[in-house]
């Protein structure tokens, strides 16, 4: 038998009657339980094959989000850790700066270096008060640990230190325990050591002994620590030898600091002109 047709609404019909029979068809099949529990089974294994996929794709999305949530919040908390680090460390500088002031007999001023030249050549200092707060040249600058150099240059609100790093600086110190005295100075530009000449070889010089100013010179108070013995060397042809200092401070750390409002005497400043215009 064959059929025709000639409309396609009369095709419709007939695909929607053969659809609907085999919807009919199936149902009556698996009208019972097991039936439709084996359905929903398949349907359940189906669907988890299409999830699970999709779930990892999910995990991943949210893993990335977590993470870079993680990383944002690393970041603060570094920078905060940072600058709690900065606090404490300046902290401790300015307890140790309040100790000093009070166990010494000094006149100081408290300023703070706004300006570092630590090329090697002619290093130099700035800081943040001067002649209008009693800072004139040839004051030292300390902190708690020691010496740091001498005022050179002195402006209504800034002032330019030599620190003992730099070629010109000269003090003349003591060793403690002894007797010894002489002239310390840089050694050499590539060097992080400083050096005191003019001491006799027969005195003995232990090793970790303290170097501190000795006055003499009538520049700097005496007493004032500048570094610790770390090797002696006899000087070739002379009766002296060289002691090789290593300083108590950290010029590339030091941030706040001490003007000494020292004086020299100047009956002493006198006499030292009268004796050298003798050589004149």
């Known amino acids: 038998m064959q059929f025709s047709f000639r409309k396609t609404d009369d095709v419709r019909d007939h695909l929607l009657t053969v659809l609907f029979l085999l919807l009919a ?38 893993a990335l989000q977590s993470s870079e949530q993680l990383g944002k919040q690393n970041i603060l908390l570094q920078d905060e850790l940072s600058r709690l680090r900065s606090l404490r460390e300046e902290n401790i500088v300015l307890r140790n700066m309040i100790g000093l002031q009070d166990t010494t007999e000094l006149d100081l001023v408290p300023v703070r270096i706004v300006a570092k030249n630590l090329t090697g050549i002619n290093n130099s200092f700035t800081i943040n008060k001067g002649s209008r707060d009693g800072i004139e040249p040839g004051m030292p600058l300390i902190t708690p640990e020691g010496l740091v150099g001498q005022v050179i240059l002195s402006r209504s609100g800034h002032a330019k230190i030599m620190p003992f790093f730099n070629p010109l600086f000269r003090a003349s110190a003591r060793i403690q325990g002894n007797r010894a005295y002489g002239i310390v100075s840089w050694g050499t530009e590539q060097s992080s050591e400083l050096v005191m000449q003019y001491v006799p070889k027969t005195i003995d010089v232990p090793i970790g002994s303290v170097v501190e100013t000795s006055g003499f010179s009538n520049q700097f108070p005496a007493g004032i620590p500048v570094g610790s013995v770390v090797r002696t060397q006899p000087e070739e042809g002379r009766d002296t030898q060289q002691i090789y200092i290593r300083p108590y401070v950290s010029l590339h750390q030091t941030s706040e600091a001490f003007i000494v409002r020292f004086e020299p005497e100047q009956e002493v400043e006198e006499l030292l002109l009268q004796y050298e215009s003798l050589f004149q």
């Open 25 to 62: 068809f199936f149902l009556m099949v698996f009208r019972h339980d097991d039936g439709l529990q084996t359905v929903r089974k398949v349907s359940i294994l189906a669907m988890s094959y299409i999830e699970q996929p999709l779930s990892q794709v999910r995990v991943y999305r949210n």
